[in-house]
Every structure is written in C-alpha cells, then in structure tokens.
C-alpha cells in the first residue's frame, strides 16, 4: 500500500524559506504513469496546486508561485522536496504531497502539514 | 477567486438526489478530464470521481460525474448522512496548471 508522509519546518518567518519532503513508501517515485505534487489548503479557502515533478525528473510549477517554488527529488530516500521562499502569511496552509495519475487525478495523498508563516 | 465555480454550498435530505456544478471555460474543462475530490474536516482529500465518470474502487455507485462542453456535474443519488463533506472539482488548463474549484459544501438535513 502507497503511503506517504510530509515532514519539515512547522513554523516560518515571513521572508524566510519553507521547506517540506515527502517520505514516498510501498512504491517508487521512478514509475512512468505517475508525477508527485505538492497541494495546499489555506485556510477558509480552497485548494492549491503548487506544482508537480514528474517521473523523469521535470518539474511543472503553478505560474502564481513559479518564481518562489522549487520542487526536487532524491531518488536513494525515495522522496520529494518543496521549497517555497520568500514566505507571508498568505502562505499559511495545509500542505499535502501527493501522487498524480497521468490518466487522471491525485490518488494518493498524505496526511498533510500545518506550515504557519509568523514572526 | 478560483478559475472553476462551484456553488459555495449545497444540501438535501436523505434519499434526496443532490448534483453539484462545477463550470469552467474552453481554457480548461472543454478541453480536459475532470476529477472530483471529498473532502472531510481533518482528513486529506480523497479522489471520488477522475476522467470525468470514472470512480475508483471503493467508492460508491451512488456518486457519478459528468461532462458537457465547459461545465462539469457530480450527482449524489440516494443521499447518505455520511456524505456531508466539501467537494472540489479539478481539471487542468490549456498550461498544464492543475486547477481546483473553490469547493461545495454539501449538508444532509
């Protein structure tokens, strides 16, 4: 059974960097069919896709944030990072990794993580 | 302000056949597959409906999707007390961006 699980800083500084890794478990980031995500939920307000990385390595970035987010692999831990820099409080959300299926949809998601930006 | 509208709540009773709308462009649903999300307080989402009429195992067949030109439908036939939820439609946009709806909020009186 798929699992996966964020870990990563809980509580940012405006301005600082927010970074989050997905621990992948019970399958391999390498699988064709599959891109990995990062999706937030701030709030009172609806769900976000920051972007995806796909199995060949290739990132996709949500042109809101595209110039504030990095998403990256480590193919020996099996898991999947995101950083978000220059963080304020609009930044404040649930963030859940998930995996996509290229035939459709997040199938797979964690359990997410409250990141607070707050000085 | 989300690219895809949804009604921002919904209700019924139980039996009751409920259908949530999700309307977008040609930008982004004519011209892809849409996904439906549940969404429990707590809980991470869970993917209910994907390619527009498909539901993954486990999911009851009182739930379907639907797809016409720019809008998009999930119908709840047979209302239960266990599917007060909020749900999210998805799609992609001509860029590749995923987009999600603003979300409904489904009340079973």
């Known amino acids: 059974q798929l699992q996966l699980r964020e870990s990563g800083s809980r509580l940012v500084k405006p301005s600082q960097t927010l970074s989050l890794t997905c621990a992948v478990s019970g399958g391999s980031l390498s699988t064709a069919d599959y891109s990995w995500s990062w999706i937030r939920h701030p709030p009172g307000k609806g769900l976000e896709c920051l972007g995806y990385?796909?199995?060949?390595?290739?990132?996709y970035y949500n042109p809101s944030l595209k110039s504030r987010v990095t998403m990256s692999v480590d193919r020996s831990r099996n898991q999947f990072s995101l950083k978000l820099t220059s963080v304020t409080a609009a930044d404040t959300a649930i963030y859940y990794c998930?995996?996509?299926?290229?035939?459709?949809?997040?199938?797979?998601w964690g359990q997410g993580t409250l990141v607070t930006v707050s000085s | 302000q989300s690219v895809l509208t949804q009604p921002p709540s919904a209700s019924g009773t139980p039996g009751q056949r409920v259908t949530i709308s999700c309307s977008g462009s040609?930008?982004?649903?004519?011209?892809?597959?849409v996904n439906w999300y549940q969404k429990l307080p707590g809980t991470a989402p869970k993917l209910f409906i994907y390619s527009n009429n498909q539901r993954p195992s486990g999911v009851p067949d009182r739930f379907s999707g639907s797809k016409s030109g720019t809008s998009a439908s999930l119908t709840i036939s047979g209302l239960q007390s266990e599917d007060e939820a909020d749900y999210y439609c998805?799609?992609?946009?001509?860029?590749?961006?995923?987009?999600f709806g603003g979300g409904t909020k489904l009340t079973v009186l």
């Open positions: 998805a799609t992609w946009d001509d860029s590749l961006n995923v987009l």
């Open positions: 040609s930008l982004n649903i004519r011209g892809s597959a």
């Open positions: 998930a995996r996509h299926l290229d035939s459709g949809g997040f199938d797979y």
């Open positions: 990385i796909f199995h060949t390595g290739n990132t």
